[in-house]
């Protein structure tokens, strides 16, 4: 508990190892100074997950907050999984598993949309997840960029066409859409 630094119920390895340092340096009254270095990737590890009570009951994250960061560190696994090359089916569970805990988080959408559009191809499933992602990532120029290449798979350019520029006036900077285009 103490490691848990902002009381989230999350230890995350990154926690542990400032825990780890402060401690040693307070022991040591500052003559050691150990270090906490991240090897690989750009994440943080969950080394418990959740708060306490959940834990302890196998319960899933209650709050709002608890299943937006619980969502959030699904999406983060399945977004490493991908990078890896690792378990595409796995990474699919997982981006559902965060849309179970928070079904308004566009990222997952957007991410979902693409595993299915381009790795594990189901277009009808790939178009439901775009259109959610447009809903609720419109931010997200990989929003209508996926959903164009979605319905370009499908034949349906002129929608594709549509996309992909709405695409554009989110980033006028996305060389891909340029592409896309022609």
């Known amino acids: 508990g103490l490691a848990d630094r902002n009381k989230n119920g999350w230890l995350m390895a990154s926690e542990v190892g400032d825990y780890v340092k402060q401690r040693v340096q307070e022991r040591t009254k500052d003559v050691q100074h150990p270090l906490f270095v991240q090897l690989e990737g750009d994440g943080d590890t969950v080394l418990i997950e959740g708060r306490k009570a959940s834990f302890s009951s196998g319960l899933g994250p209650q709050s709002p907050a608890d299943r937006r960061q619980a969502a959030k560190m699904r999406y983060e696994q399945a977004y490493g999984l991908l990078q890896s090359g690792k378990s ?9 598993t965060a849309l179970e805990y928070d079904s308004t988080f566009g990222d997952a959408y957007v991410l979902k949309s693409y595993v299915l559009l381009e790795v594990l191809p189901n277009l009808d499933a790939a178009l439901a997840a775009a259109l959610l992602a447009m809903q609720y990532a419109p931010k997200n120029p990989d929003s209508p960029y996926t959903l164009g290449l979605i319905y370009e798979k499908r034949g349906q350019y002129a929608e594709a066409e549509r996309a992909m520029r709405e695409a ?4 006028p900077d996305y060389a891909d859409v ?3 285009l022609g």
């Open 88 to 96: 595409s089916e796995e990474a699919l569970r997982l981006l559902n």
């Open 168 to 171: 554009l006036v989110v980033n």
């Open 178 to 180: 340029y592409l896309s």
